[in-house]
T-cell receptor
């Protein structure tokens, strides 16, 4: 059974305190590992897609990495405006009846000034 | 730069009532999706449409119907609403179906069934 698990469920950081969010996945025929940011009352906002183990992508204070079993979202020197829920999702083969993305439950990040 | 637009934003229904959630995208994408998001659970796929004229069930299709009206529009219908359908609904679109393409989401529709 395909599964995406994110940890921790919640993370509280001080401004400038770097950390990482974890996404463990078991997705047959994985077609991309996606990271989204979601603010309260809003839809998910696309951040990154990673396709192969060893791949890394960066955007401002965020860097996403991928291994064969996990993905990490590294946050360097976070600011309060980085506070949000971060969602990880695995892309699945179109041929499967389940459709497209399977999501984890998210990590709620709070950054205090 | 509208992207994916959903209406209505908020709706309260009584059990047994019907309603349709509307979704439109202006990115000329071929594929469109409906997800629901519930507290403590990840987003789950209800239905998707790989291209105009086709629709397929996702993980949680029971109690819903969809219509791909044209390339831009994909609607979700609740024929007889139940309290279990209280949720936040997100419409999304991508250039093609499949995990290799970025999926863009709308702002969500909050539905409460009493």
């Amino acid at each position: 059974e395909d599964q995406v698990t994110q940890s921790p469920e919640a993370l509280r950081l001080q401004e400038g305190e770097s950390s990482s969010l974890n996404c463990s996945y078991t997705v047959s025929g994985l077609r991309g590992l996606f990271w989204y940011r979601q603010d309260p009352g809003k839809g998910p906002e696309f951040l990154f897609t990673l396709y192969s183990a060893g791949e890394e992508k960066e955007k401002e204070r965020l860097k996403a990495t991928l291994t064969k079993k996990e993905s990490f979202l590294h946050i360097t020197a976070p600011k309060p405006e980085d506070s949000a829920t971060y969602l990880c999702a695995g892309g699945r083969d179109y041929g499967g009846s389940q459709g497209n993305l399977i999501f984890g439950k998210g990590t709620k990040l709070s950054v205090k000034p | 730069n509208a992207g994916v637009t959903q209406t209505p934003k908020f709706q309260v229904l009584k059990t047994g009532q019907s309603m349709t959630l509307q979704c439109a995208q202006d990115m000329n994408h071929n594929s469109m999706y409906w997800y629901r998001q519930d507290p403590g659970m990840g987003l789950r796929l209800i239905y998707y449409s790989a291209s105009e004229g086709t629709t397929d069930k996702g993980e949680v299709p029971n109690g819903y119907n969809v219509s791909r009206l044209n390339k831009r529009e994909f609607s979700l219908r609740l024929e007889s609403a139940a309290p279990s359908q209280t949720s936040v609904y997100f419409c999304a679109s991508s250039e093609t179906v499949g995990g290799g393409n970025t999926i863009y989401f709308g702002e969500g529709s909050w539905l409460t069934v009493v």
